[in-house]
């Protein structure tokens, strides 16, 4: 039985290469690939996959929502996130919502086909990096840290109301990892608005 796989990322590039790398697989088979969360899961209404392959850092909905959307309306599909970011506060937030695969961009595409693999016999697999990282994370833990250092530069510059081309500028990364940490932050204040996050990192020393 050939395994139905599902691609998400908004880089074409990228994704042709991966769809071109899997279809050449004996038992994988690429149904589909989408540049956006709303565009899978308007595929995923009318549509059985076995396995979603998606990148984290999407525009609009991002990788985590997809996420929580896919386990809650179709929880035996199978996830495994193609990610950039390998930060454990992010690593750990996406493994607590249940996905079976976590592989970086710079992995190898020997360990995308050994993820799809191992996540298809039941499985969970975690690249070289990422398993280290977890475990290094175990006797150098992070809890008590709410922002990581670069989630810190990044609100003192929203703080200081930076626009995210300006504040990508200023820390020489993309907008759109600008646009990813700003999610993170509010997610993990659990504020919705801006006054609302200033006032919590003022009450709690974030800034």
């Given at each position: ?19 071109s ?24 209404k ?9 990148d ?5 909905m991002?990788?985590?929502d997809?996420?929580k ?8 599909t ?5 990610s ?10 996406i493994?607590k919502?249940?996905?079976q ?47 990581t ?8 510059l ?10 990508a ?28 996050l ?10």
């Amino acid at each position: 039985m050939r395994m139905k796989i599902l691609l998400v990322d908004d880089h074409i590039i990228l994704m042709d290469g991966i769809k071109s790398l899997l279809d050449g697989v004996e038992g994988f088979e690429v149904v589909a690939a989408k540049n956006t969360a709303e565009e899978a899961l308007e595929y995923l209404k009318n549509h059985e996959i076995d396995i979603l392959v998606s990148d984290y850092n999407l525009p609009g909905m991002d990788g985590l929502d997809l996420v929580k959307t896919v386990k809650r309306i179709l929880p035996q599909t199978k996830i495994i996130i193609l990610s950039q970011h390998d930060e454990v506060h992010l690593v750990k937030e996406i493994l607590k919502e249940g996905v079976q695969g976590y592989i970086l961009k710079k992995d190898t595409h020997r360990e995308l086909v050994s993820a799809i693999t191992q996540v298809s016999r039941g499985k969970i697999f975690m690249s070289n990096e990422i398993n280290q990282m977890l475990v290094e994370s175990l006797n150098f833990p992070e809890e008590h840290k709410l922002l990581t250092d670069r989630e810190r530069e990044i609100l003192k510059l929203i703080a200081k109301e930076y626009t995210n081309k300006m504040i990508a500028e200023a820390l020489f990364i993309s907008e759109r990892t600008v646009e990813t940490h700003r999610k993170n932050i509010f997610r993990k204040t659990k504020t919705n608005s801006l006054v609302g996050l200033i006032k919590f990192s003022y009450a709690n020393n974030l800034i």
